[in-house]
């Protein structure tokens, strides 16, 4: 198995800029989390979704935060407009239950 | 909701020098205690976990003890070497298919030579 898929690995957009991030969970596992990582922050989360359903979305941090999962192998984090207080590391991580295995992230750079 | 707190923010020990980690957490329904390390630049990776029903769990020099009376949980790394030098997190749910992972704030472990 691949792991988890995320792209794109990076992505530099200017302020104002629509921003879509891409996940592919590993096969099988019915949960799905986003996560963003910043030095002052650390490691929050902003939304899970269990059988495609979003179960939580209390960490998305505004409107302009949006996220989907069409279907069991495929989500996406939108943020639209982007402002440079999005830069930060995205990730991704899927579960069967328990476990989490995290993607390898994609690093925003909002200027 | 979960609350997990992790202890301290920052370690350095000599090499071959152990390390601990604490954590406490303070709902007493979760019954799942991962812990993950994340090297620079990298992802964060499960290194060992504990379920509630186990005291302690052991994998070769990292081990991991479990208090659910006082709701601590620590991590143990015996022997350190370089490459154990990383940012390590704590983390705690209720172990289904329908939770999140609460995690800890993050310890900053440096291996000085």
């Known amino acids: 198995d691949a792991g988890v898929i995320q792209s794109p690995r990076h992505e530099v957009t200017e302020m104002g800029q629509e921003v879509t991030l891409r996940c592919k969970p590993i096969?099988?596992?019915?949960?799905l989390f986003w996560y963003r990582q910043t030095m002052m922050r650390g490691l929050e989360l902003l939304i899970y979704?269990?059988?495609?359903?979003?179960?939580?979305d209390s960490g998305m941090p505004e409107d302009r935060f949006s996220a989907k999962m069409p279907n069991a192998s495929f989500s996406t984090l939108k943020i639209q407009p982007s402002e440079p207080r999005d830069s930060a590391v995205y990730f991704c991580?899927?579960?069967?239950?328990?476990?989490?295995?995290f993607g390898p992230g994609t690093r925003l750079t909002v200027l | 909701g979960e609350n997990v707190e992790q202890h301290p923010s920052t370690l350095s020990v000599q090499e071959g020098d152990s390390a601990v980690i604490k954590c406490t957490y303070s709902?007493?329904?979760?019954?799942?205690f991962p812990w993950y390390k994340q090297e620079l630049g990298k992802r964060p990776q499960l290194i060992i976990d504990?379920?509630?029903?186990?005291g302690e769990k052991k994998d070769q020099r990292i081990a991991v003890t479990l208090n659910k009376t006082a709701k601590h949980f620590s991590l143990h790394i015996t022997e350190t070497q370089p490459e154990d030098s990383a940012v390590y997190f704590c983390?705690?749910?209720?172990?289904?298919?329908?939770?999140?992972?609460?995690f800890g704030s993050g310890t900053r472990l440096s291996i000085r030579p």
């Open positions: 991580a899927s579960s069967p239950a328990g476990k989490q295995f």
């Open positions: 709902d007493s329904a979760s019954n799942y």
């Open positions: 504990i379920r509630s029903n186990v």
């Open positions: 096969s099988g596992h019915n949960s």
């Open positions: 983390a705690a749910s209720i172990d289904s298919s329908a939770s999140k992972i609460i």
């Open positions: 979704f269990n059988n495609n359903v979003p179960i939580d």
